[in-house]
């Protein structure tokens, strides 16, 4: 069975300062993990993905993730948030051969303040 | 790349007609296409899948004959709701994953229903 947690239903940070949303994950297989951004009223853009490459994985917009195995997660990181950044983030969560089943976070919801 | 389109992106419509919503992979083909349906201020909730010239699997607790699905062709699939009332308004947003296994579900940008 897999899970993902998303530990903040909310983060605020000022702009320019660092941001870091954190997911932690179960899965009794090699999973597969995304983080998606969703404006107000629009679809889920995809920032990154991690399919058993490289375990720091950099995405669109200056964010990168880590999957750390030993500690089941998948944190969000971006070193300067710009005002742009605030929207909801979710983590998700699927086989890494099989992406048709995704396991949606119940969301983070990031606010950046000036 | 990597384009999903939806189509529309708003829709207002009274108690008991239909509603046909679109949704097209611009750049890719797509053998499978999913419909997704979220509530205000909550994650998103799969309805059904849709592969490419077969019938669509609905997950439990979704009427199929409320919400039906056709996936004509490898480039658009279409939600039809039927005989709308208001407890379907809600978010609908789509997504299409490319045919090569393992690639990622790529989003549109949602259609917002709302039924009076």
């Known amino acids: 069975a897999q899970s993902v947690t998303q530990l903040d239903s909310h983060v605020s940070v000022s702009e320019g300062t660092p941001v870091l949303l954190r997911c932690n994950y179960s899965?009794?297989?090699?999973?597969?993990l995304f983080w998606y951004v969703q404006h107000p009223n629009k679809g889920l853009q995809l920032l990154l993905k991690?399919?058993?490459?490289?375990?720091l994985v950099k995405g669109i917009n200056g964010f990168e993730a880590e999957f750390k195995k030993s500690e089941t997660s998948f944190h969000l990181t971006k070193p300067s948030a710009h005002m742009s950044d605030a929207a909801e983030y979710f983590c998700?969560?699927?086989?890494?051969?099989?992406?048709?089943?995704?396991?949606f976070g119940t969301g983070t919801r990031l606010q950046v303040f000036p | 790349g990597a384009v999903v389109s939806q189509h529309p992106s708003w829709v207002i419509c009274k108690s008991g007609t239909s509603v046909k919503i679109e949704c097209r992979s611009l750049?890719?083909?797509?053998?499978?296409m999913f419909w997704y349906r979220q509530f205000p201020k909550q994650s998103l909730m799969l309805m059904a899948t849709?592969?490419?010239?077969?019938?669509?699997?609905?997950e439990q607790g979704v009427e199929k004959d409320k919400f039906l699905i056709n996936h004509a062709s490898l480039t658009l699939s279409t939600l039809t709701v039927t005989s709308a009332h208001p407890e379907d308004s809600s978010f609908y947003i789509c997504?299409?994953?490319?045919?090569?296994?393992?690639?990622?579900?790529?989003f549109g940008d949602g259609t917002r229903l709302s039924i009076l």
């Open positions: 997504s299409a994953r490319d045919r090569i296994e393992g690639q990622p579900q790529h």
């Open positions: 899965s009794s297989y090699s999973p597969s």
């Open positions: 991690y399919t058993s490459a490289a375990t």
């Open positions: 998700v969560v699927s086989l890494s051969y099989n992406t048709d089943k995704l396991i």
């Open positions: 750049d890719f083909q797509a053998t499978t």
């Open positions: 849709s592969n490419e010239g077969s019938k669509a699997t609905y």
